[in-house]
């Protein structure tokens, strides 16, 4: 959906107050702490008990963790893009790493960087900022809503990069762990923050537990001498031991940067006024299928089911598990939720507070708040919809392009030459492909209609504005992965390799 200017301020009226808009009149810091690459079987309270995650485990035990969320479109940069906008990947155009925020398509001429978590925060009144891993084009953030940016470059090497401040020159930087280093950052500027009237929200965007992962530390290794410690995964193929060790070894790592965060939360008398939320942005499949362990882009739980642990002290109930199906397209309106954010940007006055209560209204994902501070909320999504549909910047591999529907009992994928997969969901592992069962015809058939429901609301309606207005680069690089010519810039050849449901629906 695209807004010009007008329209943004005559649908800003529909963005009502929140369940939390007496809770506090202040509004509650925000703080998001983000890895990568961190799958949610690899917590001690999932499917690995012999990892190490204390402050995990205690924020999980403090708050609400969801047992059933999932990262949309596995793979770095569309994550952020979805996370930071609030829409869906054909909707705003980042589809694959290593596109830019700036080139967004579902924004007006001149009006690019606006319609973002971190502006939409700002416009109701809060300080915001950016550390760490950004991914979505350039080193300044400060021109997609953050006061305060420190984005780091180079991260997949964790003991050797660099960082810049404000978007000024790059920093050499140099340690044990790159995420201990950003986190340290972002909590002094949280403390500094804290000293203001306005409340803040704070993005603590760290790169491990992503590839390599041969770079932990020894102390953290050290935690898993052996097989016995840590057992490989039930369905890991390729066993490599130094892998598996490495890979959990950065999860602990990551636990003490999370740790950090608690502490000074605590230190600083914060905690109480602080909603805290852990999460990642895809997973790894951890040699199931015998695909390498930080590999992503599948539909599978290992690469697309994610972490999602949050806390507020006195307002969300502490030591609850939710089995509802939230996803990344849901972050956006529950923070905003969860801060008041539409009833504060109603009171702000500005016309830019009115074109981001209208931008927030025109957000196809679903609040959580109300489900989150023990109300009744029976609008909560039945089924979330997941998607590969690209490998055009992904030069060193070629994965499946898939669409998926995850419910509750099963998750269904199909690819453009048919049916892929057919999983029973719950706590275990998805083992058995059911997709041969003749038992499970209806259900197919069902989870077909689901998904090809999904396309027409989440997809289809973006195809033509995608083409018209992405960059030539990218058009090019489309064209280039459908075999339309190696630099063939045309806008409407590669509609023809656009994904095509027809030939997976079940007989």
């Keep these: 959906m695209n807004f010009n200017r007008r329209e943004f301020l005559e649908v800003a009226g529909s963005a009502l107050a929140t369940p939390l808009e007496s809770a506090q009149s202040r509004g509650p810091n925000i703080v998001y702490v983000l ?56 909707q705003q155009g980042l589809m694959e790493n290593h596109m830019k925020l700036a080139e967004r398509v579902d924004m007006p001429e001149g009006n690019q960087y606006r319609g973002t978590l971190a502006w939409t925060f700002k416009d109701a009144g809060y300080r915001t900022a950016h550390f760490g891993k950004w991914h979505l084009g350039g080193t300044d953030t400060r021109r997609f809503g953050f006061d305060k940016s420190v ?76 097989e016995k410690q840590l057992p490989f995964h039930p369905l890991d193929k390729l066993r490599e031991w130094e892998a598996h060790r490495d890979y959990h070894a950065w999860v602990s790592a990551v636990d003490d940067d999370l740790g950090l965060v608690m502490r000074r939360l605590e230190t600083t008398g914060l905690a109480k006024d602080t909603v805290l939320i852990y999460t990642s942005d895809h997973g790894g499949m951890s040699g199931v299928d015998g695909i390498e362990y930080g590999q992503k882009r599948h539909p599978n739980d290992e690469s697309s089911r994610v972490p999602f642990l949050i806390r507020w002290p006195g307002h969300i109930p502490a030591g609850r598990r939710f089995d509802d199906l939230i996803s990344t397209i849901d ?15 109603a009171r702000g006055g500005t016309s830019q507070a009115k074109e981001s209560a209208a931008y927030l209204a025109s957000l196809p994902g679903h609040d959580f708040s109300l489900r989150l501070m023990g109300s009744e909320d029976k609008s909560t999504p039945e089924s979330v919809f997941l998607m590969h549909p690209s490998n055009m910047n992904n030069a060193n591999h070629y994965e499946p392009i898939w669409r998926a529907v995850v419910t509750r009992e099963f998750t269904y994928a199909v690819t453009g030459e048919g049916e892929h997969r057919l999983w029973k969901n719950g706590d275990g592992y998805q083992k058995d492909n059911l997709l041969g069962n003749p038992a499970y015809l209806d259900t197919r058939r069902e989870l077909w209609r689901k998904l090809d429901g999904w396309m027409d609301r989440v997809e289809r309606p973006y195809y033509d504005n995608w083409f018209a207005r992405a960059a030539e680069k990218e058009v090019k690089a489309w064209n280039r992965e459908h075999g339309f010519g190696k630099d063939n810039p045309d806008r409407s050849i590669g509609r023809k390799a656009l994904f095509d449901m027809s030939k997976s629906k079940p007989a």
Aim: aromatic share 8%; charged share 15%.
């Design 151 to 226: 984005v780091w470059e180079g991260t997949n090497n964790h003991r050797k990069c660099s960082y810049s401040v404000d978007g000024g020159p790059l920093v050499a930087w140099q340690g044990e762990s790159n995420a201990t280093a950003t986190t340290e950052q972002a909590l002094e500027w949280m403390e500094q923050a804290s000293r203001g009237p306005e409340p803040f929200l704070l993005v603590i965007s760290l790169n491990p537990p992503h590839g390599p992962v041969q770079d932990a530390s020894d102390r953290k290794k050290a935690l898993y001498p052996s």
């Design 35 to 90: 890895s990568d690459t961190h799958r949610w079987g690899a917590m001690p309270f999932t499917q690995t008990p012999g990892v190490r995650t204390p402050s995990m485990d205690r924020l999980r035990q403090e708050g609400v963790s969801f047992n059933h969320c999932y990262t949309n479109l596995p793979i770095c940069t569309p994550y952020r893009a979805i996370m930071m906008t609030g829409r869906w990947p054909y």
């Design 331 to 345: 972050v956006v309106p529950t923070l905003a939720g969860l801060g008041g954010v539409g009833a504060r940007l």
